[in-house]
C-alpha cells in the first residue's frame, strides 16, 4: 500500500454525501431568501459602515467609488465561479470542497486554512466596528463607556510600527462575539432568523441614510475626485485607488460565505446560484451609492473613524440629528449579522476539514440537540474575542482582504481546471462566457493582491507556513491514504 499523493481529488459524486455518512448531517432547512438574507447580512456591515470611510480617508478619497466599481467587478466574477461550484458540489466548506474537487487535496488544504483566516479575522474587524457604533449610540443616551476598555491596546502605525495605545481592551468587541457564537451553536433555523430581522433594519437604515443625505451634498466635497499622490504607492492617487480596491474587497465577504452553508440548503443546486448573486447585486448597488452620498456630505479627509456614517450625519448639522440614532441603530445591527453569517461559516470550514481528517475530529462533533458543531463554534468564537479585543481594525481588515482575494483566485482559477478536465460533469449553473469571466476573475484579484501593503503579505505568508505544517505533519498522518 502507498499513500495517496497530495494531488488527490475528491470524486465530485460523493460530495454531499460525505457528511451524512459519516453520521454528521447537518440541518437542511434554507430556501433561496435565507441564503440571500445570508449573503446580504454578511456584505453589508463593516464593508459600508467602517471600512469605506477608513478607505476614503487614507487611500483614495472620493475616487472610493473607483475603488468599490474595480472590487465589484471583480466581485462578480467570482461570484459567477462560486455559483457554477455552488450548484455541482452542494456540501459545506464552500471553496475548500471546489478545490479539493478540482485542484487537489494539497490545495484543498491551503484554501481551508485561508478560510479560516479570512473568516476568523472578518469577525475580529467587524467586532471593532460595531464597537465603535454602540460606544457612540450610548453617548447619545447618557451611557459613557470608559475610553479604557473601548479600544485595542495596540496601534500600528505606517512607518513607525506597533505601540501601545494605554487602553486595557475593547470590551463590547469581546462582549458582542460571545453573544453572536452563542447563537451560532444553539442552531441554523435560529441564526437564519435572526438574521433576515437584523438585514430588513439595516437596509432600511442605509435606504434613509441615502435619501435624507443627498439632499445635503457639496460638490466641492467630491474634488480633487483622485487626490494628488503622496509620494508612495498606495497614498492616494491611482494607486491609492487600486490600494482602496484590495482594502474595500473586504466588504464583499458575504458572498463567498453563502457556499458554506449549502449542506444546510434545501434545493442547493438551484438555490445556491440565486443566494450568490442576488446578495452581490443588491449590496454592490448599495455600497456605491453610499460611498457617493458620504464623501459628498463629509471631506473624505475627516472620515478615517471607526463610525463614518455617524461622522457624516453631525457634519450635515441638527437638520437630520435624528437621523443619526436611527443610522447607528442600523450600522449596530447590520455589523451584528455580518459576524452571525461569518461565525457561521468558520464553523462550517473547521466541520468540513475535520470530515476529511485535515483537523481533529473533535472539529466535525455535532451537538445531538442543537445539530451544530457546537465546539468548532466555542474555539473560533473566542480566538476572534482575542483578536477584536486586541488589534486595530486596519491592520484585522487588511488580512481579511488579502484571505479573501486568495479565495476568490483560487476559485476562478479551479472552474478552469474542471471545465477543461472534466467536461461531462453535470453542471446545473454554468459560468458565462467562458473562459473569460474566470480568467478576468483571477486576474483582478491577483492585481488588488498586489496593492496590500508588504506588512499584510508577511503576515499572510507566516500564517500559511503554519497552515502547511498543520498538514504535512498531522493531515498526512492521520488519514487513511491508500491507492
Known sequence: MSRRSIFYKKPISHEPADAEHAGQSLKRILGPIDLTFLGVGAIIGAGIFVITGQAAAQYAGPAIILSFLISGAACVTAGLCYAEFASMIPAAGGAYNYAYASLGEIFAMIIGWDLILEYLFAVSTVSVGWSGYMVSFLKDV??????????????????????????LINLPAVLV???????????????????????IIKVAAIVLFIGFGLWYVQRGNWLPFVPEN?????????????????????????????????????????????GILLSLGISTILYIIVALVLTGVIRYDQLNVPDPMAVALNAAGPALAWLRPIVKIGA?????SVMLVMLLGQSRIFFAMAIDHLLPRVFRTIHPRF??????????GLAAMVLGGTLPIGILGEMVSIGTLFAFTLVCISVLVLRYKRPEIHRPFKTPWFPLVPILGAALSLIQMVGLPLGTWLRFLIWFAIGLAIYFFYGRTRQERTI
Open 230 to 274: 503622496k509620494g508612495e504607492f498606495g497614498l492616494f492617487g491611482w494607486s491609492g485607488v487600486l490600494r482602496g480596491a484590495a482594502v474595500v474587497f473586504f466588504a464583499y465577504l458575504g458572498f463567498d460565505a453563502v457556499s458554506t452553508a449549502a449542506q444546510e440548503a434545501r434545493n442547493p443546486q438551484r438555490d445556491m446560484p440565486i
Open 177 to 199: 462575539i460571545a453573544v453572536i457564537a452563542w447563537l451560532v451553536a444553539i442552531g441554523i433555523r435560529e441564526s437564519a432568523s435572526t438574521n433576515r430581522v437584523i438585514v
Open 371 to 380: 445539530r451544530t458543531p457546537v465546539l468548532s463554534t466555542v474555539i473560533t
Open 142 to 167: 447618557g451611557m459613557l463607556v470608559p475610553e479604557s476598555v473601548a479600544g485595542a491596546p495596540l496601534a500600528y502605525v505606517a512607518g513607525s510600527g506597533w505601540h501601545a495605545t494605554g487602553t
Open 332 to 336: 449596530i445591527a447590520g455589523l451584528s
